[in-house]
């Protein structure tokens, strides 16, 4: 019952480095999203796929961008990162339109950007 | 875009308690959803709520949904320790977005 898995679990970056936060879901799903959690801010939506080959910008889009190659798997890509990068970072899956099935979520990734 | 407004923001209670969380939404709720987080690790589904007056319970957690559909409330009854962690609500955005947006999160600890 391996559901939505997200790796890795924890980073420290350098201010400019590069990495990529992968997330995989082995339940069929064909919507998955990107979110960040911040203290005080509560989730927000970075980015979001319909369907394998599909992505589309969330709430907080910039300075990261997606990739949906594969069904099962979201990835999440950081080019240049910035200290205001530094947070918990969720993925989630779900079967179809949010508005009536339930999202499943990773443990989180939680990353620090010095 | 829509907004939802958690409250209170934290609450302290003894256990055996009973509290209630609100959740007010900016829009009408096409969906509601109640999630429950402890700390480092991520959410989980509690339930769902589509219909104007509807009520869900699982186990000591009861859900409403109010008949205009702007207003959810979440309520514990004779809390416990197991029952402490942030509860966020999450409500579809509309108009044919697929997106999910969420409050706040109202963060619960309870006294032993």
């Known amino acids: 019952n391996a559901g939505v898995t997200q790796t890795p679990k924890f980073r420290v970056l350098k201010t400019g480095q590069s990495m990529t936060l992968l997330c995989a879901q082995d339940?069929?799903?064909?919507?998955m999203y990107w979110y960040r959690q911040d203290p005080g801010m509560g989730l927000r939506l970075i980015h979001y796929?319909?369907?394998?080959?599909?992505?589309a910008k969330g709430e907080v889009p910039d300075g990261y961008n997606v990739s949906r190659l594969k069904k099962q798997n979201f990835l999440l890509g950081l080019e240049s990162a910035a200290p205001s990068q530094t947070s918990v970072y969720f993925c989630?899956?779900?079967?179809?339109?949010?508005?009536?099935?339930?999202?499943?979520f990773g443990q989180g990734t939680r990353l620090t950007v010095v | 875009s829509q907004e939802l407004e958690q409250s209170p923001q934290s609450l302290i209670v003894q256990e055996g308690k009973n509290l209630t969380i609100n959740c007010t939404s900016s829009?009408?709720?096409?969906?509601l959803y109640w999630y429950k987080q402890k700390y480092g690790e991520g959410l989980i589904f509690l339930m769902m709520?589509?219909?104007?007056?509807e009520e869900k319970s699982h186990e000591k957690i009861t859900a409403k949904l109010d008949e205009k559909k702007q207003q959810s409330s979440l309520h514990i009854t004779a809390s416990q320790p197991s029952h402490a962690g942030i509860y966020l609500c999450?409500?579809?955005?509309?108009?044919?977005?697929?997106?999910?947006?969420f409050g706040k999160g109202t963060k619960l600890s309870v006294i032993p």
């Open positions: 339940m069929n799903h064909e919507y």
């Open positions: 999450g409500a579809d955005s509309g108009a044919g977005s697929y997106q999910l947006t």
């Open positions: 709520l589509q219909k104007g007056g």
């Open positions: 989630a899956s779900s079967p179809g339109w949010p508005g009536n099935t339930e999202a499943f």
């Open positions: 796929s319909v369907g394998e080959g599909t992505t």
């Open positions: 829009k009408t709720l096409y969906g």
